[in-house]
T-cell receptor, first 116, second 113 residues
Framework: KNQVEQSPQSLIILEGKNCTLQ??????????LRWYKQDTGRGPVSLTI?????NTKSNGRYTATLDADTKQSSLHITASQLSDSASYIC???????????????FGTGTQLKVEL | EAGVVQSPRYKIIEKKQPVAFWCNPI?????LYWYRQNLGQGPELLIR????????DSQLPKDRFSAERLKGVDSTLKIQPAELGDSAVYLC???????????FGSGTQLSVL
């Protein structure tokens, strides 16, 4: 069964500190891995998308890494800000072998809170 | 450019009542998704459209849920009758294709009493 597991489930850090969120997946075959940020009461917003051949991708203070061999990804947030408080969801896409298209498997997210 | 627009933003109904959600995707996005998200969980796919065709509705509880995407643009999701367990956030998303990034709306928060 395709699964996406994220850790930690929740995290509290002080403003200005760095943090790293983890994502392990069993989705196979694999198309790409996405990180989304979901503010409370809003829909998820895409941060990064990485394909099999990409090891790292940055978006401002967000840097995602991917190890397709071990099926692990991380999202590193540098110099955190209060506005980084949100749920961060890892999503793995794999091709649908019959019928075409891609199937997305969502993790349950890491709830990050940045405090003063 | 307008994003994915959903309405209503919130809906409170009593069990056994019908309810409908509406979604206007980003212009030009052929792929439209309806997801359900329970508190503390990731979104779960209900149905995916490619233009006006429902290409994946395997997770849609068809006894009470229905959806349509007339003319391949706007979409509505209906629940009739609603049950207590249907309380969740219903998210609509659209993309240029199933391999492209998804753009989500703000969702409809449904509370069934």
């Amino acid at each position: 069964k395709n699964q996406v597991e994220q850790s930690p489930q929740s995290l509290i850090i002080l403003e200005g500190k760095n943090c790293t969120l983890q994502c392990n997946y069993t989705v196979s075959p694999f198309s790409n891995l996405r990180w989304y940020k979901q503010d409370t009461g809003r829909g998820p917003v895409s941060l990064t998308i990485m394909t099999f051949s990409e090891n790292t991708k940055s978006n401002g203070r967000y840097t995602a890494t991917l190890d397709a061999d071990t099926k692990q990804s991380s999202l590193h947030i540098t110099a955190s800000q209060l506005s980084d408080s949100a749920s961060y969801i890892c999503v793995v896409s794999g091709p649908i072998l019959t019928g075409g298209g891609n199937k997305l498997t969502f993790g349950t997210g890491t709830q990050l809170k940045v405090e003063l | 450019e307008a994003g994915v627009v959903q309405s209503p933003r919130y809906k409170i109904i009593e069990k056994k009542q019908p309810v409908a959600f509406w979604c206007n995707p980003i212009s030009g996005h052929n792929t439209l998704y309806w997801y359900r998200q329970n508190l503390g969980q990731g979104p779960e796919l209900l149905i995916r459209y490619e233009n006006e065709e429902a290409v994946d509705d395997s997770q849609l509880p068809k006894d009470r849920f229905s959806a349509e995407r007339l003319k391949g643009v706007d979409s509505t999701l209906k629940i009739q009758p609603a049950e207590l367990g249907d309380s969740a956030v219903y998210l609509c998303a659209s993309s240029l294709g199933s391999s492209a990034p998804l753009f989500f709306g703000s969702g409809t928060q449904l509370s069934v009493l």
